[in-house]
């Protein structure tokens, strides 16, 4: 064995190594990350839709501020749920934008961003 048989050696694990590494690099940008972020937004989209009857039946009382308490009171509510297995909040925030022709009430009073 020469004395260059063991850099050739070394050099061929460090390559394999680098091809392993840029192997999982692509694999996590291009397949992996895409799905689970999109699993997420579905998820989320689902719990969102789910807890909406809550925030539809407080746009629907009178104008006012207990219309207002109510429903920054359900928007709270979505935001304090809990994803149980990564203890990690489903919802980092929410925006609310409405039409204050249809719900009624001061313009921007029910916003939230």
Do not use: C, H, K, N
Request: hydrophobic share 45%; net charge negative.
């Amino acid at each position: 064995m020469s004395v260059r048989s063991p850099l050739i050696v070394g050099l061929a694990f460090l390559l394999l190594a680098l091809i392993l590494e840029s192997s999982l690099y692509g694999y996590w940008t291009a397949t992996l990350q895409p799905r689970l972020r999109y699993e997420a937004e579905q998820q989320a989209q689902l719990l969102a839709q789910s807890q909406s009857a809550e925030l539809v039946a407080a746009l629907q009382e009178e104008p006012g501020p207990q219309r207002q308490a109510r429903v920054v009171g359900a928007i709270e509510e979505l935001l304090l749920l809990r994803d149980p297995d990564a203890d990690e909040p489903f919802f980092e925030s929410i925006g609310l934008e409405l039409d204050y022709e249809v719900v009624g009430g001061e313009e921007g009073s029910l916003d939230r961003a």
